[in-house]
């Protein structure tokens, strides 16, 4: 049994090389009506590339006979050269549109009459294709934006609006074939929360120079590509960044990337252009806190007050126009030691104003995220209350934003 496992072994190769070279072969049987003959058009490969050399080889049941038979490739600029008995060979020129291109031939009997006849042999001419580096030809107009988040650069909702991915075509290097590419744009509010986001998928090409043969390409990739359909011409040089709602400050997130879902090329996570821009908004906004007040502090703690638990006060925050954050220091003003947020009498709380140093927001310029709209820290506190001296608190401070 060991003997026979090497020949079994061999044989199995053999047949699986013969098979692959037949598959390499692409026959067509053609019935001549000028003679009672049959004609076999084979070619070597099933696909070929610019540059690549076609060799095409015709059997015929009668070799002898007074009918020449010649093969037309139909790709311009392209003839077939006789190279031995009934063998062809062309060279496919590099400038040729990637398709396919039938055989003909072109039959004279021996009376003369030449006739052409169609077949259903193919030469298929396909375009090299390479994801090439997304920087070498993407850019974003008419800002070119922050390469992260601290760097992003703010405009306003109009110039947002306007921004372009432009294709400069023309930095695409020769033979990459056509660019496939996905534009994502991400809205990210103040918080880091995902407010919306869009995706586009795109293509764009080398351009020959030539606007009817670039439309004659387009056309071509638009075809064979079924999910870019719905790009225009236009497209193929610009695109427009597509939002709809800009909260103030949030942070709009243009990426751009080939698109993988067409297998051309190997997968590579770092080949884009991403770039962040922030929504100018007002640099003085309020806002409503409920909070719990503990008083550190009292500067008339011989009259004393019965301080309630809770405190009600509108709050002017500035806003970095860099950051897009709050400065970490706000001024407020409301009711303060209640028991409710209106419940105001005689030794039960007052009114006050506040300078609040707002941990939380210190913590988050230090991009340490704090997703739940609290705050707390430290607070200094003129104080009126109703029917007693006014004085100055110090106040540990925990709260919710409304």
């Keep these: 049994m060991p003997r026979l496992v ?17 598959e390499l072969r692409s026959s067509v049987l053609i019935r001549l009506r000028l003679a009672d003959e049959s ?5 070597e490969k099933p696909v070929y590339f610019p540059g690549d050399t076609v060799r095409l080889s015709i059997i015929r049941d009668d070799s002898v006979g007074m009918v020449v038979v010649t093969p037309i490739l139909t790709i311009e600029g392209t003839t077939l050269q006789s190279a031995g008995d009934n063998a062809y060979i062309a060279v496919i020129p590099q400038d040729v549109t990637p398709g396919s291109y039938p055989v003909r031939l072109d039959v004279l009997d021996a009376q003369g009459r030449r006739l052409l006849y169609e077949t259903a042999c193919v030469v298929e001419v396909e375009e090299y294709q390479d994801v090439e580096q997304i920087g070498r030809y993407v850019r974003i107009v008419p800002e070119a934006g922050g390469k992260d988040p601290k760097t992003a650069v703010t405009l306003s909702r109009g110039q947002i609006r306007n921004l372009q991915v432009v294709f400069q075509r023309d930095s695409i290097r020769e033979g990459m074939g056509p660019q496939f590419v996905t534009i994502k744009t991400t809205v990210l509010l103040r918080r880091g929360t995902t407010a919306q986001t869009f995706e586009r998928r795109v293509m764009t090409f080398r351009s020959h120079g030539d606007p009817n043969r670039d439309r004659a390409m387009f056309i ?3 075809t064979a590509y079924g999910p870019y359909a719905a790009i225009r011409t236009d497209e193929l040089e610009c695109v427009q960044v597509v939002v709809d709602s800009l909260p103030n400050w949030a942070l709009v997130k243009v990426s751009v990337e080939p698109d993988y879902t067409i297998k051309i090329g190997a997968f590579d996570r770092s080949n884009a252009v991403t770039r962040y821009f922030r929504v100018k ?4 906004e309020w806002g409503l806190t409920l909070g719990i007040p503990k008083v550190l502090y009292d500067t ?10 809770t405190s009600a006060m509108v709050r002017l925050h500035y806003v970095d126009g860099a950051s897009g954050q709050r400065f970490p220091v706000n001024l407020g003003f409301g009711t303060f030691g209640v028991n409710s947020p209106v419940d105001v009498g005689v030794g039960r709380g007052g009114f006050a104003t506040s300078v609040f140093l707002d941990v939380i927001e210190l913590m988050r310029r230090l991009e340490i995220e704090i997703g739940v709209k609290v705050n707390a820290g430290l607070e200094l506190t003129p104080f009126v209350p109703i029917k007693r001296k006014a004085r100055l608190l110090f106040v540990a401070h925990v709260g919710l934003a409304l």
């Design 39 to 43: 004609v076999i058009i084979s070619q």
């Design 281 to 284: 908004g007002p640099r003085i």
């Design 220 to 222: 071509q990739y638009r």
């Design 300 to 309: 008339r703690a011989k009259d004393s007050i019965d301080y309630g638990k």
């Design 6 to 22: 090497i020949p079994c072994l061999m044989l199995l190769w053999a047949v699986g090389t013969m098979s692959a070279e037949a």
